[in-house]
T-cell receptor, first 116, second 116 residues
């Protein structure tokens, strides 16, 4: 089953360090989304791509966050100078956009980040 | 900006009972999509059911159905003949049809426990 995969699944880092997460979407999906979920809350949108173009970024995505999707395949999310408030589950989702919207997003297992 | 509100943080029912989860949302758009996603403990988020706002007929998927009241901006989920495997966090989500704004906006979630 080639669903959405994320790597690593868990990351513990010290405050001030940089971390990078990777997401591999379902192969034919052209859209890729990043969300952040803190304990007991619903996911919050961070950014999304259509192919390699980044179409929208949330105000939650401070200057310390950057996301890329080179060649429209996998995506990386980097957090620079991590802070304790960055501790959360980072979820990736992908979908097949066919022009009308409302397509189902398929989620990966997430990367749980703990900043000490 | 759109908001989604789930007013029931936790619910608990006996196996085989019917349960209804509430969701309200706020938007100025006329056409949009609504979703219910399920997040089982330590497992990834999966789609339960999807509703297109321009369709008056309520969506159904086996034991899952929705009551979509567009004027009231209400979108409740009914689970019939509940099963132990339905135990999970349930998130209501909104998606715009506007190009460049097609991310999911989630509610806070309802933790549903099905008791044997």
């Amino acid at each position: 089953d080639t669903g959405v995969s994320q790597d690593p699944r868990h990351k513990i880092t010290k405050r001030g360090q940089n971390v990078t997460f990777r997401c591999d979407p379902i192969s034919e999906h052209n859209r890729l989304y990043w969300y952040r979920q803190t304990l007991g809350q619903g996911p919050e949108f961070l950014t999304y791509f259509q192919n390699e173009a980044q179409l929208e970024k949330s105000r939650l995505l401070s200057d310390r966050f950057s996301a890329e999707r080179p060649k429209g395949s996998f995506s990386t999310l980097e957090i620079q100078r991590t802070e304790q408030g960055d501790s959360a589950m980072y979820l990736c989702a992908s979908s097949l956009y066919q022009g009308t919207g409302g397509e189902t997003q398929y989620f990966g297992p997430g990367t749980r980040l703990l900043v000490l | 900006a759109q908001t989604v509100t789930q007013s029931q943080p936790e619910m608990s029912v006996q196996e085989a009972e019917t349960v209804t989860l509430s969701c309200t949302y706020d938007t100025s758009e006329n056409n949009y999509y609504l979703f219910w996603y399920k997040q089982p403990p330590s497992r990834q988020m999966i789609l339960v059911i999807r509703q297109e706002a321009y369709k008056q007929q309520n969506a159904t998927e086996n034991r899952f159905s929705v009551n979509f009241q567009k004027a009231a901006k209400s979108f409740s989920l009914k689970i019939s003949d509940s099963q132990l495997g339905d135990t999970a966090m349930y998130f209501c989500a909104f998606m715009s049809r506007i190009q460049g704004a097609q991310k999911l906006v989630f509610g806070q979630g309802t933790r549903l426990t099905i008791n044997p």
